[in-house]
């Protein structure tokens, strides 16, 4: 299983960028995923997460409002839309797909890891 991970950038504070996550040697989309970030010097931290369906989501507080996830089961990919980017969201983003179908915010139960995505947020 691999997932790839793609989308990050230099981007100026207040605007906008979209990740996207494609999987292959697996079905994606019977599986919740998650996206998480590390900035330097700082753990990983889960960003927000989707169920398989969809019809779930979660999302960090210093996230929500601003970030979507959504999922495209045609095209097996996860995005991560990204607005009103701010300098603390500067991190490599990583995408992972869970061991079951249900959305969990337990690092653990990622299975699955993306190489990760650089956002660079200027001021």
């Known amino acids: 299983v691999q997932l790839q991970a793609s989308g990050g950038g230099l981007v100026q504070a207040g605007g906008s960028l979209r990740l996207s996550c494609t999987a292959s040697?697996?079905?994606?989309?019977?599986?919740?995923a998650g996206w998480f970030r590390q900035a330097p010097g700082k753990e990983r931290a889960f960003v927000g997460g989707?169920?398989?369906?969809?019809?779930?989501?979660w999302y960090a507080d210093s996230v929500k409002g601003r970030f979507t996830i959504s999922r495209d089961k045609s095209k097996n990919t996860v995005s991560l839309q990204m607005d009103s980017l701010k300098p603390e969201d500067t991190a490599v983003y990583y995408c992972?797909?869970?061991?079951?179908?249900?959305?969990?915010?337990?690092?653990?139960?990622?299975?699955?890891w993306g190489q990760g995505t650089l956002v660079t947020v200027s001021s």
């Open positions: 992972a797909s869970s061991r079951g179908s249900q959305l969990t915010t337990r690092t653990a139960s990622y299975i699955y």
């Open positions: 040697g697996r079905t994606f989309s019977v599986y919740a």
């Open positions: 989707i169920s398989a369906s969809g019809g779930s989501t």
